[in-house]
């Protein structure tokens, strides 16, 4: 059993930066892949971007690509999202989920957090 819990949301303009975290509970964290994904109002849950339980691989949407980086610190049971150069578009509640795979697809992944709420105001 994994227990997430997200932070680091808020309100920013567009341009700026935020980094969201997502603290695991349990032993068994760094055996997990990790990813990001994120809900507009009356949109459907989408892929930001995902981790490999080693942290040697990362996979983006891309929407994201060259702006987001996802990053993990096993020691810590921590998965990391820098979001740099944000754009309006980019508001959303912001969900971590651990899964075994680190794929965009949401099926995959086993355990999922409650969310942070990222605006971006233009």
């Known amino acids: 059993q994994v227990q997430l819990v997200e932070s680091g949301g808020g309100l920013v303009q567009a341009g700026g930066s935020l980094r969201l975290s997502c603290a695991a509970s349990g032993r068994t964290f760094s055996s997990y892949a990790m990813g990001w994904f994120r809900q507009a109002p009356g949109k459907e849950r989408e892929f930001v971007a995902a981790?490999?339980?080693?942290?040697?691989?990362?996979y983006y949407a891309d929407s994201v690509k060259g702006r987001f980086t996802i990053s993990r610190d096993n020691a810590k049971n921590t998965v990391y999202l820098q979001m740099n150069s944000l754009k309006p578009e980019d508001t959303a509640v912001y969900y971590c989920?651990?899964?075994?795979?680190?794929?965009?697809?949401?099926?995959?992944?086993?355990?999922w957090g409650q969310g942070t709420q990222v605006t971006v105001s233009s």
């Open positions: 981790i490999s339980w080693s942290g040697g691989s990362t």
């Open positions: 989920a651990a899964g075994q795979l680190g794929s965009y697809y949401l099926g995959e992944y086993d355990y």
